[in-house]
């Protein structure tokens, strides 16, 4: 047991998929895993273990945010020896080309701040995908014919931002969309010499205003999961 994380020695697959909400990570644990189990459920944030195709996997929430997402990717990596960590998520689109349901996979995550940036310091540190991760994921969706785009995304600190002046300059410097997570992930997987890849599902988008009903959410959401488990065991 860890601070935050209620799950037994060996309750925790050395791969963990990590959406931010715990309710997202009972239902992809409910759709795709089999015999899935609930190793933790502290402070309400749900962990399940089981297995796809065989292979062990865990599917834990982050919560939303960096902050929170860096205590339990700390805590999965230091003290339960996760080796291959995948964000799971939505982000909102912020390019023309970039469609509401298509699927990004971020090669590189920007920031402003990021729970590291005391350790960097003067550093403008550049976190990136693991590379096989990152070609596993783009062959699985290929072969699936889902929409998708590979490149840079930001990790913002706000949800309710008040910087259009900032929105504009990622559009304009080719980011294909914004989440607020996978910048510190793949930094704590540099550290500790771990797997990270963030695989996202757009579900609004910030230049025409367009929203995923929730009625769909869960069809689009299901092609990234498929997307990161066919990833981590490619």
Known sequence: MTVHIGAKPGDIAETVLMPGDPYRAKWAAETF?????????????????????????????????????????NELIRDYGAQTLIRIGSCGGMQDSVKVRDVIIAM?????????????????????????????????????????????????????????????????HGVLGVEMEAAELYNLAARYDRRALAVLTVSDHLLTGEA??????????????????????A
Request: glycine share 10%; with cysteine; proline share 5%.
């Open 212 to 233: 995923l009903p929730s009625e769909d959410r869960e069809r689009s959401f299901g092609d990234m999961v498929e997307i990161a488990l066919e990833a981590a065991f």
């Open 108 to 172: 590189t995550a920007s920031s402003i701040s990021t729970p590291s940036l005391g350790i960097f310091k003067e550093v403008n540190f550049a976190p990136c995908a693991d590379w096989g991760l990152l070609k596993a994921a783009v062959a699985a969706a290929e072969a699936k014919g889902t929409p998708t785009h590979v490149g840079g995304i930001y990790s913002g600190d706000v949800f309710y931002d008040e910087r259009p002046d900032l929105n504009e300059q990622m559009t304009r």
């Open 33 to 73: 895993l089999e015999n899935a189990v609930c190793v933790n459920e502290v402070r309400g944030m749900l962990g399940f273990t089981g297995t796809w195709k065989g292979n062990r996997v865990t599917i834990h929430g982050s919560g939303m945010g960096m902050p929170s997402l860096s205590i339990y990717a």
